[in-house]
């Protein structure tokens, strides 16, 4: 089946470190992966995204790595700061190319 | 510009009742999927609207119907709750029916089913 999995559940750094989140994904078909974050009670806020022809791709403090060799993929934050504080998913998107698998989640608790 | 608006933003219902949730995707954008997300877990793929017309269904009963009008615009559909519907449920909208394009997701419908 088509799944997308996390790591870790909980990640605590301090402020001012540097994050990596990471993720399995199971389904090698896969060609387009998101990072989203996601705040208590709101929808998940979209971060960055990198397709399968890609390794990296960097944003504004984030990083996304992609390993297709061993289907993983990760996000990297720079200098963490609190109001990074969130639950964070990353997606793939299904066979049919008609829905995002989401994973469970990491919670990054960031503190001062 | 706004963003993914839904409504309402919290719902409490019976067991049995039947719900509707709305959806009004980012202007330009034709494709408006919805999400179930439990407490605690990622969210589920329900549906996926494009032009109307139904692209894309997940694992979820009957009982969960959806649509899209001439705007864009989407209803989803909840027949018979039982306790396990309740959740968060999401709308997203992108430009096209294929999702490997950003989909940008609204604030969610909180649904408490008593």
């Known amino acids: 089946g088509e799944s997308v999995g996390l790591h870790l559940p909980t990640l605590s750094v301090q402020e001012g470190d540097n994050s990596i989140i990471n993720c399995a994904y199971s389904?090698?078909?896969?060609?387009?992966f998101i990072w989203y974050k996601q705040e208590s009670g709101k929808g998940p806020q979209f971060i960055i995204d990198i397709r399968s022809n890609m390794d990296k791709r960097q944003g504004q403090r984030v990083t996304v790595l992609l390993n297709k060799t061993v289907k993983h993929l990760s996000l990297q934050i720079a200098a963490t700061q609190p109001g990074d504080s969130a639950v964070y998913f990353c997606a793939e998107n299904n066979q049919a190319g008609t829905a995002l698998i989401f994973g469970k989640g990491t919670t990054l608790s960031v503190s001062s | 510009d706004a963003g993914v608006t839904q409504s309402p933003t919290h719902l409490i219902k019976t067991r049995g009742q039947h719900v509707t949730l709305r959806c009004s995707p980012i202007s330009g954008h034709k494709s408006v999927s919805w999400y179930q997300q439990v407490l605690g877990q990622g969210p589920q793929f329900i549906f996926q609207?494009?032009?109307?017309?139904?692209?894309g269904r997940g694992n979820f009963p009957d009982r969960f119907s959806a649509r899209q009008f001439p705007n864009y615009s989407s209803e989803l559909n909840v027949n018979a709750l039982l306790l396990g519907d309740s959740a968060l449920y999401l709308c997203a909208s992108s430009l096209q029916t294929s999702m490997n394009t950003e989909a940008f997701f609204g604030q969610g419908t909180r649904l408490t089913v008593v």
């Open positions: 609207y494009y032009e109307k017309e139904e692209r």
């Open positions: 389904n090698s078909a896969s060609d387009y």
